[in-house]
Structure formats: structure tokens, C-alpha cells
């Protein structure tokens, strides 16, 4: 069964430094998600892309955040630079379509831990 | 904005007890509903869904949910839970409006005891 991946898995990082995640969507899927999940909390909407254009990224904190799908197939976050506050699981999903009838596969997310 | 609230942070019961989740979201127009269930380990993945029509739906591993218009409800429930239903839900809000962006409540943990 095709999945989302996503690396690292964990990543620790002190505050001030810079912090990437990489993100593979399901193969055919032409939209993209980013979240941001803080512990005891739900999922977050970060960005949404659409192949390679950027459909949302009204709760993106553009001063530190980015976000790129360069070719419209994989994904990379950026954090710089990153803040204590930054700490969370950062979870990448996919769809076939950005249409509310189709469902959104999630990875299995990258644990940050900004020191 | 539409948002979504959860009203338990945590449950706790034992095997055969029946479970209601609850979820209420604020939104004035059309949506769809949705709840996830993270397992232990595992990634965010779909129970079941309500776009329209019959407001009991029926989702995966025996549970099932009920919208309530008037209540801005949708409800989770399972008739006899199993210690393998251990794991953290979420209950999700789309506005049709808002393409396909989904709105997550906080969560709630359930851990059954065998």
C-alpha cells in the first residue's frame, strides 16, 4: 500500500540553527499538506500546495517558515531560525485532488526538538 | 474561522465498555466531518467520514458517528470497545468553502484496559 514518507523521522536541533523536513507524497497525489501538531494538541494547516503552486499559507510564520515543491512532487519545510516554540511534530499529507471528497493520507511525521 | 472542540482530553475503560467520543464545531455553513485515530506508532489515519445524507455513519473497526445539525455535533461512539482501540482521536471539521483544508480538535486519548 502506498504511503507518505517522510525524513527525518526525529530531529533535535538547538534554537538559532536552521532545520529542514522532507516530504514524499503518495505517487499521483497533486496536493500537498504541511502541519504542525503541538503536543496534546491536533494538527495545525501550515501550507497546501497544489503541484507546485502554493494553495494556502495563511498559518504559515512566513519570518522564519518555508515551504517549496519545486517540481510539484516532493516537499521540503525549512525552519530559520528555528525557536523553542518550534517544538512539535510536523506531519506531511496527501491527496489525489484538493477537493473536500478526497481523503488526505498523512506520513508518519518528523519530531522536532529545538534545545 | 471554523473550529472544533473536543470534550475529553482523556478516557480511561475497560474492555467491553461502550465509548462515546464527543466533538462540537463552529462553522455556519456546510461542512464536512471527519474522524482520525492515531495508534500507538502509527501515522494519523481515516475511521470514517460524513459529507451528507444519512447523518449515522458507519466507519472502520466497528465504530460510528452521528452528525446533529442542530448541535454542530458529530459524535464518535463504539458499542463494545477492545484494548486494541487504544489510541488518540481526532475529530476534523472541512467548510466547503475552504477546499479541502481540514480543522483538527485538540484530541482526545482513550486507553482501554484489558
Known amino acids: 500500500e502506498a504511503e507518505v514518507a517522510q525524513s527525518p523521522r526525529y530531529k533535535i536541533t538547538e534554537k538559532s540553527q536552521a532545520v529542514a523536513f522532507w516530504c514524499d507524497p503518495i505517487?499521483?497525489?497533486?496536493?500537498l499538506y504541511w502541519y504542525r501538531q503541538i503536543l496534546g494538541q491536533g494538527p495545525e494547516l501550515l501550507v497546501q500546495f497544489q503541484d507546485e503552486s502554493v494553495v494556502d499559507d495563511s498559518q504559515l510564520p512566513k519570518d522564519r517558515f518555508s515551504a517549496e515543491r519545486l517540481k510539484g512532487v516532493d516537499s521540503t519545510l525549512k525552519i530559520q531560525p528555528a525557536e523553542l516554540g518550534d517544538s512539535a511534530m510536523y506531519l506531511c499529507a496527501s491527496s489525489l485532488v484538493g477537493q473536500p471528497d478526497y481523503e488526505q493520507y498523512f506520513g508518519p511525521g518528523t519530531r522536532l526538538t529545538v534545545t | 474561522a471554523q473550529s472544533v472542540s473536543q470534550h475529553n482530553h482523556h478516557v480511561i475503560l475497560s474492555e467491553a465498555a461502550s465509548l462515546e467520543l464527543g466533538c462540537n464545531y463552529s462553522y455556519g455553513g456546510t461542512v464536512n466531518l471527519f474522524w482520525y485515530v492515531q495508534y500507538p506508532g502509527q501515522h494519523l489515519q481515516l475511521l470514517l467520514k460524513?459529507?451528507?445524507?444519512?447523518?449515522l455513519v458507519k466507519g472502520i473497526k466497528g465504530f460510528e458517528a452521528e452528525f446533529i445539525k442542530s448541535k454542530f455535533s458529530f459524535n464518535l461512539r463504539k458499542p463494545s470497545v477492545q484494548w486494541s482501540d487504544t489510541a488518540e482521536y481526532f475529530c476534523?471539521?472541512?467548510?466547503?468553502?475552504?477546499?479541502?483544508?481540514?480543522?483538527f480538535g485538540g484530541g482526545t486519548r482513550v486507553l482501554v484496559k484489558p
Open positions: 460524513y459529507f451528507s445524507g444519512d447523518p
Open positions: 476534523a471539521v472541512n467548510a466547503r468553502t475552504a477546499g479541502n483544508k481540514l480543522t
Open positions: 505517487s499521483g497525489h497533486a496536493t
